[in-house]
């Protein structure tokens, strides 16, 4: 088989892990649970980037596909799981066909609009970096997308071939803002295969097309209920930072984000609102009064149910953005 790594290459530059410490750390799992891996280790953890490559490296590594490169295959044994009784086999096999947790299992993005910003969802569906297949099988890809109330206005399905690229203008359907207040909308995306393949490069991403500038940010699942931080800058005049919540839940939720009432407090002023069910809300934060320009202040994010949230910052005149996600770690 074709050589894939080097024992010795990194493949988490955040951890700086060898492919030889992942398949040593395979190795002393009791059984094939990638999740587990990644918070025993912190692989892929961080910036997240690694993780497709992780995913691919995982499933060689279980099936004896992993070769690195002086020849050893890497096959990991997991006759340990074996000795798990019949009984709790059972029931994780119940639990991945019908988890007992609620989980929303598409992508999430948010979708602005205005005479000065549209929305673009990206989907590429390119080889994986380390890897011998070379021509991918089609995704077909939906995105679904809502205004802020959780009204569906437009739903797609698109085929992504092998080296394509999607370039969807989600705010197309989006009816823009008022003044120079962006409308705020969201997405869901589903990929799917017509048959069992390698997944590839298809990672989705969406990108904030301001007149001024442009930012955009990879989809991510759902977030849980309960307490989310973010850091923000004090650019009052300079900056707008606004929070993007989308409700993934089948039912209002409300959500708080709050910020300390003075320079150093702890206590904090929240924002609080009901998102409707598939609705998304967008909070407007300012810093707490006697912040030093350019001082990092708290942002906290209180939801009662599950949720995706995005920190976006804009210019004054709200026609250059950047967002990103809340960090896991
Ligand atoms: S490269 Fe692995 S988490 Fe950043």
Request: hydrophobic letters at 35%.
């Amino acid at each position: 088989m074709k050589p894939v790594l080097d024992d010795n290459q990194i493949i988490c530059t955040c951890v700086e892990a060898t492919r030889a410490d992942f398949v040593e750390a395979v190795r002393e799992l009791d059984e094939p649970d990638f999740e587990r891996l990644l918070t025993r280790t912190g692989l892929g953890m961080k910036c997240t980037a690694c993780r497709l490559d992780l995913e691919l490296l995982f499933t060689q590594t279980y099936q004896g596909r992993s070769v690195s490169g002086n020849g050893d295959a890497a096959k990991v044994n997991f006759r340990e799981a074996e000795r798990i009784p019949l009984h709790r086999r059972i029931l994780r096999a119940i639990d991945r066909v019908a988890p007992k947790v609620n989980f929303m299992t598409a992508q999430l993005g948010i979708v602005l609009s205005s005479p000065d910003v549209s929305t673009r969802v990206l989907v590429s569906n390119d080889p994986p970096l380390f890897g011998a297949e070379e021509k991918m099988d089609p995704v077909t890809v939906r995105v679904v997308v809502r205004d802020a109330s959780g009204k569906k206005i437009a739903d797609e399905k698109k085929k992504v071939g092998s080296g394509e690229l999607l370039n969807f203008d989600a705010s197309a359907a989006l009816p823009p803002g008022d003044g120079n207040r962006p409308a705020i909308g969201s997405f869901e995306l589903y990929r799917s295969w017509a048959r069992p393949t390698v997944r590839g490069t298809t990672r989705p991403q969406f990108v904030l097309v301001g007149s001024g500038g442009t930012g955009g940010v990879h989809t991510q699942a759902a977030n849980g209920r309960g307490t989310q931080w973010y850091s923000a800058f004090a650019r009052s005049g300079e900056e707008h930072t606004l929070i993007a919540v989308r409700n993934c839940e089948r039912r209002p939720i409300d959500v708080a984000v709050g910020r300390p009432e003075s320079c150093g407090s702890d206590t904090f002023i929240d924002d609080a609102v009901t998102i409707p069910t598939h609705g998304t809300h967008l909070f407007e934060v300012t810093p707490p009064p006697g912040s030093d320009a350019d001082s990092i202040f708290p942002l906290r994010l209180n939801a009662s149910g599950l949720n995706k949230n995005f920190i976006v910052i804009s210019n004054p005149g709200m026609t250059s953005f950047s967002v990103d996600h809340i960090s896991e770690s």
